[in-house]
C-alpha cells in the first residue's frame, strides 16, 4: 500500500514563500510520475505540477509558472514545491499524489494514490 505524507504548509503574507514536502512509501518511487494539485473552499480540485519519473520532464497550471517549482529527490523518495510569491488565491489544501506511469500527467484520473492534504494559507 502506497502512503504519501505532506508537510510544510502553513500561513504566510502574500509575496512570501513556503516548500512543500511529500514523502512516499510503498513501492519503487523512481518509477512513477508524481503531482500536485489544490482545493480550494467551495471549488473543485485543480491541478498545480507535475514531475515525470526521472525529475527532468515537469508541467504546471498557467497562474503558477514562473512561481511554483516542483522537483524529487528519488533517494529520498521525496517530491517537493517551491512556492514563491505567494498570492491570496493560492489559499487552498494542497494534495500530493502519485501517478500511475512514469509519465507526468496534468489529469486526476493518472494518479491513483494521494495523500491526506495540507492547509497553505496565504494573507493579503
Known amino acids: 500500500q502506497v502512503q504519501l505524507v505532506e508537510s510544510g504548509g502553513g500561513l504566510v503574507q502574500a509575496g512570501g514563500s513556503l516548500r512543500l514536502s511529500c514523502a512516499a512509501s510503498?513501492?519503487?518511487?523512481?518509477?512513477?510520475?508524481m503531482g500536485w494539485f489544490r482545493q480550494a473552499p467551495g471549488k473543485g480540485r485543480e491541478f498545480v505540477a507535475t514531475?515525470?519519473?526521472?525529475?527532468?520532464?515537469?508541467r504546471y497550471v498557467d497562474s503558477v509558472k514562473g512561481r511554483f517549482t516542483i522537483s524529487r529527490d528519488n533517494a529520498k523518495n521525496t517530491v517537493y514545491l517551491q512556492m514563491n510569491s505567494l498570492e491570496p488565491e493560492d489559499t487552498a489544501v494542497y494534495y500530493c499524489?502519485?501517478?500511475?506511469?512514469?509519465?507526468?500527467?496534468?489529469?486526476?484520473?493518472?494518479?491513483?494514490?494521494w495523500g491526506q492534504g495540507t492547509q497553505v494559507t496565504v494573507s493579503s
Open positions: 499524489a502519485a501517478g500511475a506511469t512514469p509519465d507526468y500527467t496534468p489529469y486526476p484520473a493518472g494518479y491513483n494514490y
Open positions: 510503498g513501492r519503487t518511487f523512481s518509477n512513477y510520475a
Open positions: 514531475i515525470n519519473w526521472s525529475g527532468r520532464s515537469t
